[in-house]
């Protein structure tokens, strides 16, 4: 066990990439289960409260711990066993999703979630139901959990698989290790018709897994997991669209969704039309952020669609005319777009997508502010509202914006750059303006990044206060003193 309580050496875990700050008074660094489970049972004993630290790349402040100590999963950075026949991956919860990406990468699988940070630890990443591009076809983290080892505030252990439901008259019973028995109610909650990683999962048909994906390290320590893998496509092409035209623009991502969600159900190499696997925005701000770096982007583009689609040789023909006629019929610009067929030319691609936000940072940083952005998805069919409501408060502010994010899940990264003291304030109420419509509208503050202690002020607007309670309930079973991420989702 490495423990570190020098002020200094601390200062590295009492923040995330939201620059959230903290306070600890040590961080504990365990090698394997042994130490980690003594150090829980010690802390339950002292009534001490702990905070467990992934890699840092959260948003919301969940890894931040406002008082006691930190438990740092850094060394639990083993990919343990890969069985390819199965299509399963057991990695430690320390291991990244870039090491896992290479390791699966160079014997032709892949990992379908791929949230944009790959320095984000898979256990961080289940803990908050991460998500990226892929999700529009492939669906969030809580798809791909195929089992959990997850330590209790307590230090029992739980082995949790995808096929253990043990719901039953609305309370989950769950086993641990030591034979403790522990009887949950559940009281379902109204979760909204979009990607959602706001809250418990807590819904009719869910499984015993269901409670500790997307519960922000607020009910167990997650240790060890097993994740579902796949065989990469023979091919994959993707296309960025330039658009001189909001409603073309938006005409031409409803149509890509609804032939995709047709099309995405059948093998992908039998389809011979439109099959998205991706489809993200750029707005014009976006793209003026990198056009330095970029300057084939056309002088009339006002938003950028990056889609990509899965195919081989048989069908590429037919996939690639569909996808060159449909976006004639929505852009003068098409003979701007451009196209990847290969490695190296998808990785130009995903480089060109993670500049903006980085590029936003850096802004931010020379402006000496934090940037506010909006983590909302709401209903498909409600999402042109929403954008029009986003574009119109960001206008009417005068203040610096981009807008990006996964539009075919009607998911929104919607930032304002705030330079001075007076506009982070006016920022400060536009973003919350934003979030209670994402809510009027029946979606979610969080489709990606979590609750953490940022954004918990939103879940009762989010599920009322009955709601919210529901989860206290599950917290006081198995975490009775609020010793586990004290501050986040709620007090």
């Not at 209790?152 to 309370?171: M, R």
């Not at 940022?454 to 599950?474: C, H, I, R, S």
Request: with cysteine; charged share 25%; proline share 3%.
């Amino acid at each position: 066990m490495i423990v570190k309580d020098d002020k200094e050496i601390l200062q590295s875990y009492l923040k995330d990439a939201s620059n959230f700050q903290g306070n600890a008074d040590a961080a504990y660094i365990p090698s394997d289960l042994q130490e980690l489970t003594e150090i829980i049972s010690d802390f339950y004993q002292e009534k001490k409260p702990f905070t467990i630290s992934g890699a840092g790349t959260g948003l919301t402040g969940g890894r931040v711990p406002s008082e006691g100590v930190i438990i740092s999963m850094e060394r639990f950075n083993k990919i343990l066993e890969i069985d390819y026949n199965q299509r399963l991956a057991r990695v430690q919860s320390g291991v990244t999703l870039l090491e896992l990406e290479e390791e699966l990468k160079s014997k032709g699988y892949f990992f379908p979630p791929n949230p944009t940070e790959k320095n984000s630890s898979i256990g961080g990443n289940i803990a908050n139901n991460a998500s990226g591009s892929r999700t529009f076809k492939y669906g969030a983290y809580r798809y791909f959990v195929n089992e959990l080892k997850v330590v209790l505030a307590n230090g029992d252990i739980l082995v949790l698989d995808e096929k253990s439901k043990t719901l039953k008259n609305n309370e989950i019973t769950l086993v641990a290790h030591s034979g403790n028995i522990y009887k949950i109610p559940i009281d379902f909650l109204n979760l909204p018709d979009t990607k959602n990683a706001a809250g418990y999962y807590m819904v009719q048909g869910m499984r015993d897994i269901d409670l500790f994906i997307g519960s922000e390290g607020t009910l167990g320590v997650i240790a060890e997991v097993v994740l579902k893998i796949l065989p990469e496509p023979e091919q994959v092409v993707g296309f960025m669209t330039f658009f001189e035209n909001v409603d073309k623009m938006l005409n031409y991502v409803e149509n890509i969704r609804n032939l995709s969600l047709i099309n995405n159900k059948s093998d992908y190499r039998q389809v011979r039309g439109i099959s998205a696997r991706l489809i993200e925005l750029f707005d014009k701000n976006a793209l003026d952020l990198v056009r330095d770096k970029y300057p084939q982007i056309p002088k009339e583009a006002i938003a950028c669609i990056w889609t990509e689609q899965e195919l081989n040789a048989v069908n590429e023909d037919a996939v690639l005319n569909s996808w060159f006629s449909l976006i004639k019929d929505y852009t003068d610009l098409a003979n701007d777009t451009w196209v990847s067929m290969n490695d190296k030319e998808h990785d130009k691609f995903r480089e060109f997508r993670h500049s903006i936000p980085l590029k936003v940072v850096d802004t931010v940083a020379k402006n000496g502010f934090q940037k506010f952005g909006t983590d909302t998805a709401v209903p498909v069919d409600k999402f042109t509202e929403f954008y029009t409501f986003v574009v119109d408060k960001f206008n009417d502010s005068s203040l610096d914006y981009a807008i990006w994010g996964h539009i075919g899940n009607a998911h929104l990264h919607a930032n304002l750059l705030p330079k001075t003291n007076k506009e982070f304030e006016k920022s400060k109420e536009i973003i919350n303006l934003i979030l209670s419509e994402a809510i009027r509208l029946k979606g979610t503050v969080s489709a990606e990044h979590g609750i953490g202690k940022l954004k918990k002020e939103f879940l009762p607007l989010m599920f009322g206060q009955k709601g919210v309670e529901a989860m206290k309930l599950v917290k006081n079973v198995l975490d009775p003193y609020y010793l586990l991420g004290r501050g986040n989702l709620f007090d």
